[in-house]
């Protein structure tokens, strides 16, 4: 047996689970589901694949992972997390049947390189490739981070290591139909929004510390901490622009145009919109008490 486990999060995910439960079959790792209540035939596919499941009612990613990190009885020394849209490549197949736990003994975590496709074309530019993610780490080391409300990562003290040779494949097919994506980045928003709004009145602190040469999450946290700064409504004309013309989202073609429009733009706007009338609304309550106070004088 590898001295490796897979971990995957899935609800209703009949259309990718046989992708990925295929692509690391021949490693012969353990495999653990966390599903959240999936009325399609994602259990059945489980079954095929001799996953052990659990289930667990989703409220956001960090939360779901962190449930999933702890109801299993993991007896390998290693995990590896997954998403069920993500594909494990053949080349980093590859590298998983040599890995070996006494070869690694002063690392904790590894990234891999991720490949990302949309609307079936890869995204090569725009900022979206390298994009390295944490995703194989120690058990009972590496944990998942509660101060997220959308974007998750995890945490790993120690050291981590790059594998940038080798990739898992991220595409989420059920986002070829456009109204599928707008519709899940806009339930996204809300949780955005709700985050950034907490992180304004210091409410909520970042875990990873922002490192622009540090550790490739350490980098994303900096350039949060820039972007939380930035001026509401401003700010996506600016990473649009940014993302399109100096990162060269413009060479990912047609898709390319979509996906950064929507991703870069669209959905940022919209989470300035609702940080606005979350302000609003709490100007709003702060006033309707503090005239319901002064009544009570």
Not at 35 to 53: P, R, Y
Not at 111 to 120: A, E, I, L, S, T
Request: glycine share 4%; aromatic share 16%; net charge positive.
């Amino acid at each position: 047996m590898p001295d490796f486990s897979f971990i995957i999060l899935t609800y209703n995910e009949e259309l990718h689970l046989p992708r990925l439960l295929s692509s690391v079959k021949d490693l012969q790792a353990p495999i653990f589901v966390l599903d959240s209540g999936s009325n399609d035939k994602t259990l059945d596919i489980c079954k095929e694949f001799d996953a052990t499941v659990k289930t667990n009612a989703f409220e956001n990613h960090p939360k779901q992972w962190n449930v999933a990190l702890s109801c299993f009885c993991i007896k390998t020394p290693w995990i590896i997390a997954l998403d069920a849209d993500q594909i494990v490549t053949a080349e980093l197949s590859e590298q998983l049947k040599k890995f070996k736990d006494h070869d690694f003994k002063e690392v904790n975590g590894i990234y891999f390189n991720r490949k990302n496709f949309f609307k079936g074309k890869w995204l090569r530019y725009g900022g979206y490739y390298p994009k390295y993610l944490l995703k194989m780490f120690r058990t009972s080391v590496g944990y998942s981070d509660l101060n997220e409300n959308m974007d998750h990562r995890f945490i790993v003290p120690g050291k981590n290591i790059v594998w940038k040779n080798g990739h898992i494949i991220e595409e989420n097919l059920k986002e070829n139909e456009i109204s599928f994506w707008i519709q899940k980045h806009n339930r996204y928003s809300d949780l955005v929004a709700e985050e950034e709004y907490q992180r304004r009145r210091n409410l909520r602190q970042q875990t990873v510390a922002p490192k622009f040469f540090g550790t490739p999450d350490e980098r994303i946290a900096y350039f949060k901490k820039m972007w939380w700064r930035m001026p509401l409504f401003g700010r996506p004309f600016f990473y649009f622009f940014y993302r399109y013309f100096v990162q060269l989202g413009i060479l990912d073609g047609k898709q390319g145009l979509i996906f950064h429009f929507l991703q870069g733009f669209w959905f940022r706007f919209v989470v300035d919109i609702k940080i606005m009338e979350l302000k609003k609304n709490s100007l709003h309550a702060y006033q309707n008490k503090t005239s319901s106070s002064a009544k009570h004088l």
